[in-house]
């Protein structure tokens, strides 16, 4: 048999994930080496097709926060263009120093004959979501944000990126000044879930989303 795990607490961590933001975060507090290289080692237990193993990272702390900041906004000034707005600017450079680590978070596309794109991106969204976890486990806070550079041709080769990798954004990790309690906002489950369970496929309506929520309302 499988080794049992503590399933209440697991749950917990689940459901108590948040995204927490650098303006929440404790100004100049450091989370150790040890712990990121954790959350980085739970990243790469991530699935994966193929084994192509796609997740890529940047990690920024220290010094290398003001590097980033100023790199990401310089990025953002020459090339954003019309979007261009000087507060999102001012932001770019003052999000980083709120934060303990940035980590940039890229796909390297390796298997072109054979895998779609698709499925090494979401590999990569498993990373992150080891990460999130990882990181809620440790009682730190995080966010994953896709605003700024992310999508811009330019700024992947700051990232260690090619033309067919993808920088698919940056989490931003730090201490977490005031514990977030609320849970995140969600539709239940039973609405986004048909459960077949008849030869003919019908689906019956099911009390499920409601049996979770009661098993969550701890
Ligand atoms: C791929 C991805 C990109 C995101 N980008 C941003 C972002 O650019 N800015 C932001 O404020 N939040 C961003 N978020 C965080 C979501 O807004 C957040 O997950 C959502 O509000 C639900 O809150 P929760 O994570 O606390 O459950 C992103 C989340 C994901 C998964």
Same mark, same amino acid.
């Given at each position: ?22 303006? @929440? ?11 990121? /290289? ?6 790469? =237990?991530? !699935?994966? #097709?193929? +084994? ?14 003001? &590097?980033?900041?100023?790199? @990401?906004?310089?990025?953002? =000034?020459?090339?954003?263009?019309? $979007?261009? @707005? +000087? ?11 709120? $934060?303990? &680590? ?6 390297? =596309? ?23 976890? %990882?990181? *809620? ?6 966010? /994953?944000?896709?605003?700024?550079? *992310? ?6 080769? &700051? ?26 906002? =969600?539709? !239940? ?5 048909? /459960?077949?369970? %008849? ?6 309506? *099911? ?6 929520? #009661?098993?969550?309302?701890?």
């Amino acid at each position: 048999m499988q080794k049992r795990y503590n399933i209440e607490e697991f749950n917990e961590i689940l459901l108590r994930r948040r995204s927490i933001y650098p303006y @929440q975060y404790v100004r100049g507090k450091v989370i150790p080496d040890a712990i990121i /290289w954790q959350i980085l080692e739970n990243a790469n =237990r991530a !699935p994966n #097709h193929k +084994q192509t193993e796609p997740w890529r990272f940047c990690v920024f702390s220290g010094e290398g926060l003001k &590097h980033f900041g100023q790199l @990401q906004a310089d990025i953002y =000034r020459e090339f954003a263009a019309d $979007s261009y @707005q +000087q507060d999102r600017y001012k932001k770019l450079i003052e999000y980083p120093l709120m $934060s303990s &680590h940035v980590i940039s978070i890229g796909m390297k =596309r390796s298997a072109v004959d054979k895998l779609p794109e698709i499925e090494e991106v979401e590999a990569v969204a498993c990373a992150v979501q080891n990460m999130f976890l %990882t990181v *809620t486990a440790y009682g730190l806070g995080c966010y /994953w944000t896709t605003a700024g550079i *992310t999508y811009f041709e330019e700024a992947k080769s &700051h990232f260690g990126l090619e033309r067919t990798d993808k920088l698919l954004g940056f989490l931003y990790i730090g201490y977490v000044e005031k514990p977030v309690t609320a849970i995140s906002k =969600r539709k !239940p489950i039973g609405s986004k879930v048909n /459960w077949i369970d %008849t030869i003919d496929g019908i689906n019956r309506p *099911t009390d499920l989303g409601k049996y979770v929520a #009661h098993r969550c309302a701890f």
